[in-house]
């Protein structure tokens, strides 16, 4: 790969990496909206408001474990310096149609891949954000029974 190539792949690890940050913070915040459910005092509008910090929570989870399959691969790809980024994709590409997975965009160059990372950060941080804000309105409701 160039090192322009190996720069962007590193820019794709760092991108999966910030994602294994925000489930950090998401996964306990989930486990806690789980356990508000089982308060005496939980109302309808505040069990829902908990449920939808647990569902915005495996939401997250999703997003984040999505990432976390990409960051070794954008690792291995910034170190790779003996081979050229389209045959390393391309080999990448067939590894996975070998495995029986669906490669929709096989084919594709490193720059998008980066970009596609950089999106499901964004889902992921969407969902966190208001998976926050989910949880902060239960806090609000059982603070106002």
Known sequence: MSPADRQLAAIGCAICAAASRIDAWSRPLALLALAGLLLPQVTA??????AASVLLG?????WALRLAFDRPLFAHWAEAADQD?????????AAL???GWPVAD???PLAPRVAGARTLLLRQGQAFAAQLLA???AVLLLSLH
């Open 45 to 50: 509008a505040s069990a829902a408001a908990l």
């Open 58 to 62: 495996l939401l997250q989870g999703y």
């Open 85 to 93: 980024a389209t045959s390393a994709l391309a080999a990448f590409d």
């Open 97 to 99: 149609t070998g495995l």
């Open 106 to 108: 096989a084919g594709r």
């Open 135 to 137: 949880a902060s309105s």
